[in-house]
């Protein structure tokens, strides 16, 4: 007879993915989303299953071209084994997003350690916003898993470079662009990490473009499906891609006179206020204080600033390097967008924002980190906002619909 022997550590970490699974599965069928969108991907994905192939994949929300087919590709297994029943591909983005908390704490335990990995990965877990992006079956939404995959492949690879590494991630590349096309800011983080990362390491510059070509190999395998259709009509939507991201103008709605600046303070506000405090939406300001509301965003300042403020303490470099790159791109890329910016545009840096809190607090107070009542007040803060977000976890029923409405800029900035 075999016996399995759990330890304190694994027992936690188990929770944390049952609670994650309780939270996204737990009557899925009864609260997913499922409007034009999932309808029409559901039709497609069962015309494959049909033998009707595609090489083209859904129509970007924002902008007049379309995505890659991988996610049809995706769904269809799973419609097949729910007998073509929608709840079966909102299932497998459950899944994606439980197998995302892991990964949560997988990275942070080795990056910061094993309490830095339950802070992080149990507010993953309850995070309403998360939780609302992981239920329903949306071609963005397995973006967060894709990217922290694909930084965290990418920091192996530059701490032991090899060519499996460099193609796997550059296949991951490859599919993420085919998910969101905002994920050419995830390529962009990628290239500058790995050069910033050799020149960190003195490796010679001729190395870090033998890492590009290896990448831009399996970027081109995993995006070959795309790529076949551009081939055949001479790249329609890649041109319109690049219009989009880069054009000057301005969608009604998010106004003419917002400044690059503004930008970039209203997505680090929200990166932090929208997943890790639970600021809300536009529509429900009115229904708090003004005090409490200024308080609340002070308060998610303080929580960002500091858990920025942390990366620059991180022993191990490289990682330092990572999350500096990841933070800094991710946020001032968005400067250059000239687009209204939705919640799950920042798919790409779900994860983000919890590994460095759950790292700040970890060291919360740094200087009193070892002592009693420093532990007290760590533990204080993450269960705070612990209960909070599970407090929350109602209101991510109509959530995905709340965000493909235009999105709101804080007149605190």
């Given amino acids: 007879m075999f016996k399995i022997k759990f330890n304190r550590n694994s027992l936690i970490i188990l929770g944390i993915v049952l609670l994650a699974a309780f939270l996204r599965l737990y009557r899925i069928s009864d609260y997913m989303t499922f409007l034009g969108d999932e309808g029409r991907d559901v039709l497609v994905a069962k015309g494959i299953l049909e033998g009707n192939l595609t090489l083209l994949g859904p129509r970007a929300s924002a902008g007049d071209f379309f995505l890659g087919p991988i996610y049809y590709y995706f769904m269809a297994p799973f419609l097949w084994l729910f007998r073509l029943d929608p709840v079966g591909p909102a299932v497998m983005v459950a899944l994606i997003g439980i197998a995302t908390v892991y990964l949560v704490y997988k990275v942070s335990k080795e990056f910061f350690g094993f309490k830095a990995a339950v802070f992080a990965s149990a507010l993953y877990a309850v995070s309403p916003l998360v939780i609302a992006y992981s239920r329903s079956s949306w071609n963005p939404n397995p973006m967060p898993f894709v990217s922290l995959l694909t930084l965290y492949l990418s920091y192996k690879a530059v701490v032991a470079p090899s060519f499996k590494k460099n193609l796997f991630i550059g296949i991951l590349l490859g599919i993420a662009i085919q998910l969101h096309y905002l994920s050419v800011f995830l390529i962009?983080?990628?290239?500058?990490f790995i050069l910033f990362a050799n020149k960190y390491q003195k490796i010679v510059f001729r190395k870090t473009l033998n890492s590009y070509f290896q990448i831009f190999i399996g970027f081109l395998i995993g995006f070959s499906p795309f790529l076949a259709f551009e081939a055949r009509h001479g790249f329609p939507n890649t041109k319109t891609i690049i219009n989009f991201i880069f054009s000057n103008t301005f969608q009604k709605g998010y106004g003419?006179?917002?400044?690059?600046v503004e930008v970039v303070k209203d997505v680090f506000f929200r990166l932090f206020g929208r997943l890790v405090t639970r600021f809300p939406p536009r529509e429900q300001l009115g229904l708090f204080d003004q005090r409490i509301?200024?308080?609340?965003q002070i308060g998610?300042?303080?929580?960002?600033?500091?858990?920025?403020?942390?990366?620059?303490?991180?022993?191990?470099k490289l990682v330092a390097i990572l999350f500096l790159t990841w933070i800094f791109f991710g946020i001032v890329l968005f400067g250059f967008y000239k687009k209204p910016?939705?919640?799950?545009?920042?798919?790409?840096?779900?994860?983000l924002p919890f590994i460095l809190i759950g790292n700040f607090l970890s060291n919360f107070p740094h200087k009193h980190s070892k002592t009693f009542w420093g532990k007290i007040l760590a533990f204080g803060i993450f269960l705070l906002l612990f209960i909070y977000n599970l407090y929350g976890y109602g209101s991510t029923f109509n959530c995905l619909r709340e965000q493909r409405v235009p999105p709101f800029r804080l007149s605190f900035f």
Avoid: C, H, Q, R
Wanted: glycine share 4%; proline share 2%.
């Fill in 188 to 192: 962009i983080i990628v290239l500058f």
């Fill in 256 to 260: 003419d006179n917002v400044s690059f």
């Fill in 293 to 296: 509301i200024s308080l609340w």
């Fill in 300 to 316: 998610t300042l303080l929580l960002g600033l500091e858990a920025i403020f942390n990366i620059f303490k991180i022993k191990n």
């Fill in 341 to 351: 910016i939705y919640d799950y545009y920042l798919g790409f840096m779900f994860p």
